[in-house]
T-cell receptor, first 110, second 112 residues
Framework: RKEVEQDPGPFNVPEGATVAFNCTYS??????FFWYRQDCRKEPKLLMS???SGNEDGRFTAQLNRASQYISLLIRDSKLSDSATYLC???????????FGTGTLLAVQP | EAEVAQSPRYKITEKSQAVAFWCDPI?????LYWYRQILGQGPELLVQ????????DSQLPKDRFSAERLKGVDSTLKIQPAELGDSAMYLC??????????FGPGTRLTVL
């Protein structure tokens, strides 16, 4: 079993839709949590950090539930430009090692 | 905006040959990472440097892979000999004390 589990998708949604991605992690010692975005054949880029109190950045909302070891990302009013792979990431250990999920592919359709 | 530089961007080699990848992190970033990303999977850490010292190489296949960061700035990742299963994207990242990791464009390796 992978340390960070995500539904690989693809999620095919129309423009304007709301879409939610979920992620679970198995190591309770995980310290920090992130969502990264990766466009096709490009490098991953940090989308947002995730906090227990929840955090919002424009159309994006991320939530962390430490008790359930569950992370979510909500995208409202989807745009064509949101089409990408969304990687759930946790960090742990003294070296702040990043552990990536396999990613969830989102395709926003016109 | 400062970026992580990597070269080459693409590399095609035959199995049993040696390959080397180069990374120049963002200026001032003390921590440098090498990741491997197989198609359809997330990146997996191979080695992490703090300045010139290796702090984590637990996932580096040391029989064929080596990495160095001699002056604590740029870094080289080498594979010798390359195997078919090494075909992947090799990503370099760097971070400062704030810990956000910035990734370079990667080197796509194809082993024939």
């Amino acid at each position: 079993r992978k340390e960070v589990e995500q539904d690989p998708g693809p999620f095919n949604v129309p423009e304007g839709a709301t879409v939610a991605f979920n992620c679970t992690y198995s190591n309770s010692a995980s310290q920090s949590f992130f969502w990264y975005r990766q466009d096709c054949r490009k490098e991953p880029k940090l989308l947002m950090s995730v906090y227990s109190s929840g955090n919002e950045d424009g159309r994006f909302t991320a939530q962390l539930n430490r008790a359930s070891q569950y992370i979510s990302l909500l995208i409202r009013d989807s745009k064509l430009s949101d089409s990408a792979t969304y990687l759930c990431v946790v960090s742990r250990g003294a070296t702040n090692k990043l552990i990536f999920g396999t990613g969830t592919l989102l395709a926003v359709q016109p | 905006e400062a970026e992580v530089a990597q070269s080459p961007r693409y590399k095609i080699t035959e199995k049993s040959q040696a390959v080397a990848f180069w990374c120049d992190p963002i200026s001032g970033h003390a921590t440098l990472y090498w990741y491997r990303q197989i198609l359809g999977q997330g990146p997996e850490l191979l080695v992490q440097f703090q300045d010139e010292s290796v702090v984590d190489d637990s996932q580096l296949p040391k029989d064929r892979f080596s990495a160095e960061r001699l002056k604590g700035v740029d870094s080289t990742l080498k594979i010798q000999p390359a195997e078919l299963g090494d075909s992947a994207m090799y990503l370099c990242a760097s971070s400062d004390r704030a810990n956000e990791q910035f990734f370079g464009p990667g080197t796509r390796l194809t082993v024939l």
